[in-house]
């Protein structure tokens, strides 16, 4: 479930499910030899935990002679080596450096000869491996060095096995430690492997005639060769998908002509076998029809408390409400029914849906562009599925002076200042059909937009001091339960310094606010205004989207991100950046030249930025990097892997730093699959990578 720094491992040609490793040609795991014992090999600037030296050998470990194989990582004591040096070749082989002055003896100690690279859940598997009986008394086994597992030996022959003959039960990037230890329970030498496990293929019902196409984008205005009609009752089946825009993407187990293996599904429109997990986050009620409960008799309605979790097998938006049907029936209203939008959250495997309607920003000076054919429409819903009063078609070229907007579901939700006939003034537009710009500025669609809100009656203002000792012209008073949007903030003792997304006159879009007085939203979460606090506004961008290779693609997706924060946009519309990185540096390096610094270096710099790779960075350098408005990209192990991840900083605390992390959330072991603001205190950061000082990062810096 981590992707890799080292340019070597297993870099696929082929990716499975959602977040899951690309799989290995060879059938069986590599295993590779690392150095001598006990010793560590020291950081390389060119790839994130490469080892030096040894000649290369690219053969399954079964078929190696036993000098020349072993684990995927070494622990000799107290030294972890992860490495493999060189660069894995683009078929997906892991290459790996064979002992250098190792001994026979040493090499047949403890040694892993057979596991599978890939299997999926339930799935028995055979792991096994052989141990030198003379030195090694007891041969033991752990998961994630959290779960024991049982090891059988047999002396006679040296054989170890961990018996799998029910596979395993979670899906993800599995990782191993064997060990050996002698009669005084001495640890003598210990393997590391990975296993990924991964779910079976989904499979996907169409519940009515749909399109599978190569985009996103309104089916009717697609060309022919980028789409197909699909009939009602069709079953396809998917190693992985993702969700965008109201959509599901998915990776075919069959081509279907002429969109091919990768294409896109209109949600509504597909049954997926795998439940949504709803969760409750205000007190609500499940009602049979789309209304408040007052309006309900008590047998049609039943209550929620907040942190409810229920599972949904299907939803759909209506208005204010979604239609949801239950897993398991509710009394006395059944499995069928509504609830109201506000504080609601789905989620299913890296997908979190936030339901609720997010607050606006005020604009001024703003205008909406249409660029492509579509339609204004009063729900995020297909503009098919809607009634002709419900949807007004708009040509290339319209434009509309907008007063207030928000990101929901891949929509732009806009506040016109004129109406459009039959819709009115407020509904939806498709984000990737229009172009919406202040001051001729484009503004980007952002799920997780900041908006401040006053709590009670305050003044936005020129300085941080009392209003009373302040000119007229420097404040403008805000009213209880105003909006603002908001670009980038930082804390100054008892006030917020922001950078509004909207100025106010007289004071324009740089001031202060008193702390007490306001509140700061992101997407659905309320924003902590602790002392000492800065973050940019980054857009959060998920690995787990990516069409290809979605476990080792963090560092394109970070890097993504700060080009994004400084303006580079897809050179294709439809197209996500991080897919544009990684084709660059496919075409130009490999695929497996991802995890290499000096390439993702020459990435930046050939889209018009400067700066560098260092593996020494500090804590105050970082701090300095965002005071200057520049978000960072920075490595480490997490969660104790074998595995590499690089993440996005985008702020700091008093406590450590925020991070938008492309994986999902590392302090829950990536339990938590959504990534976006989450603050890596100081102590999990020097667990987790080096430590202050000798931190990986890149500085990218606009020219």
Known sequence: MFCRYQSGGFAGSRSQIGGQCPVPTAGLGVATRIGAAGARSPPMAGNFGASPGGSRRVVAAGALPPGDRCGVGRRRRDHLQLGVGGR?????????????????????????????????????????????????????????????????????????????????????????????????????????????????????????????????????????????????????????????????????????????????????????????????????????????????????????????????????????????????????????????????????????????????????????????????????????????????????????????????????????????????????????????????????????????????NTFFKKYPLDTQVLDRSDRVELLAGQTCGVLDYALAKDHVRVTLATGLPPVGDRGYVYRPHVQLQQGERTISLQPERRVLGVVYFSQRDNPRDPLVTCNVTTIAMVLYFHGVRPRQRGTQLEDELYQWIIERHGRSARGDNSVLQRLYYAYGFRGGFNTNRTWAQIRHEIDQGRPVAIGGQFVRSPAGHIVCVVGYTREGLIVHDPYGDARTGYSVTEGPALLYTYRFLTQELVGDGTTWAHFILPN
């Open 88 to 456: 894995a070749p683009d078929d997906g082989r892991m290459v790996g450096n064979c002992p250098v002055g190792r001994t026979m003896a040493d090499a047949d100690l403890l040694e892993v000869l057979t596991y599978p690279a890939e299997t999926e859940i339930n799935v028995p598997v055979v792991i096994q491996g052989r141990y030198n009986p003379d030195r090694i008394v007891r041969v033991a086994a752990i998961a994630e060095d959290r779960f024991p597992l049982k090891v059988l030996q047999t002396p006679a022959t040296g054989l170890w096995e961990i018996p799998a003959n029910n596979g395993f039960q979670q899906a993800g990037l599995r990782w191993f430690r064997v060990q050996g230890f002698d009669q005084n329970e001495v640890l003598l030498d210990d393997d590391l492997f990975r296993i990924v496990v991964r779910p079976p293929a989904l499979t996907f019902t169409l519940r009515a005639d749909t399109v599978f196409k190569a985009s996103t984008s309104d089916s009717r205005l697609l060309p022919d060769g980028q789409k197909v009609d699909l009939k009602a009752g069709t079953v396809l089946r998917a190693y992985r998908y993702g969700a965008i825009d109201n959509h599901f993407k998915v990776y075919l187990t069959e081509p279907v002509p002429p969109v091919g293996d990768f294409g896109y599904l209109w949600q509504p429109h597909v049954e997926v076998t795998l439940p949504w997990t709803l969760r409750c986050e205000v007190d609500t009620w499940f009602g049979i029809d789309p209304l408040p409960p007052e309006d309900l008799p008590s047998d049609r309605r039943v209550a929620l408390p907040a942190g409810t979790i229920l599972n949904v097998l299907s939803h759909s938006s209506q208005g204010n409400y979604v239609r949801v049907q239950l897993a398991q029936p509710l009394a006395p209203v059944g499995p069928e029914g509504f609830l109201r939008r506000q504080g609601l959250t789905l989620s299913r495997l890296g997908e979190t849906l936030y339901l609720s309607p997010l607050p606006e920003v005020p604009l001024a000076d703003a205008t909406l562009q249409i660029t492509q054919r579509t339609f204004f429409k009063r729900t995020t819903d297909q503009a098919g599925q809607l009634p002709e009063s419900d949807r007004a078609l708009l040509e290339p070229g319209a434009r509309y002076p907008v007063l207030a907007y928000s990101c929901e579901r891949g929509h732009f939700r806009v506040r016109l200042a004129e109406t459009v006939p039959p819709v009115g003034r407020e509904g939806f537009f498709f984000a990737q059909h229009v172009l919406l710009t202040r001051n001729g500025q484009p503004i980007p669609y952002d799920p997780n937009l900041r908006v401040l809100t006053a709590r009670r």
